[in-house]
């Protein structure tokens, strides 16, 4: 067995290092494959996101607008993440923002003044969310923060005048 000599060679610093190429080279490449796998790991997630978000939406419905306007604007607050109710699946196949305008649309498109803000809490507290796997059962209005409820209501006002 022949033992090689290693050279050494200056560092950045400008000092002599006596660890080898190779071994510089099999860390650096270790960097790189990590980096790449973290890029695709959140590239995939995107994805992901973007399927989800877009599930449903095939099917058209005379409430679409008022849906998309929900889902833009209100979201659900857990632990201070923000889950726009687009995103949110109420039954599957069914996103929240769309089982929303589904049953608010007709109670607003009939009056001229929409819906007071008391009336509509009083429609979100009915509405189940289930978190944890089902293991917990809120109200929609639990987990949705007061500024939203708002929005929503200005969004049902708007709608009514609108329409």
């Not at 599957?92 to 929303?100: F, V, W």
Request: aromatic residues 8%; proline residues 4%.
């Amino acid at each position: 067995m022949q033992l090689q000599r290693r050279q050494p060679y200056f560092t950045a610093a400008g000092r002599t290092s006596a660890v080898s190429r190779p071994a510089v080279a099999a860390r650096a490449q270790r960097f790189v494959v990590t980096r790449g796998f973290g890029k695709d790991v959140v590239e995939g997630w995107l994805d992901l996101a973007k399927l989800v978000a877009s599930e449903g939406s095939k099917q058209k419905s005379p409430y679409d607008e008022l849906a998309y306007k929900i889902g833009r604007d209100v979201y659900v607050d857990i632990a201070g993440w923000h889950l726009f109710l687009r995103d949110m699946s109420a039954v599957p196949g069914l996103k929240m923002s769309q089982a929303l305008a589904t049953k608010l649309g007709p109670e607003v498109a009939g009056s001229r003044d929409g819906m007071r803000e008391s009336d509509v809490a009083a429609i979100l507290k009915k509405i189940p969310v289930e978190l944890g796997a089902a293991k917990t059962r809120v109200s929609l209005y639990d987990v949705m923060p007061n500024m939203c409820v708002s929005d929503l209501t200005k969004i049902l006002t708007d709608y009514a005048r609108d329409s």
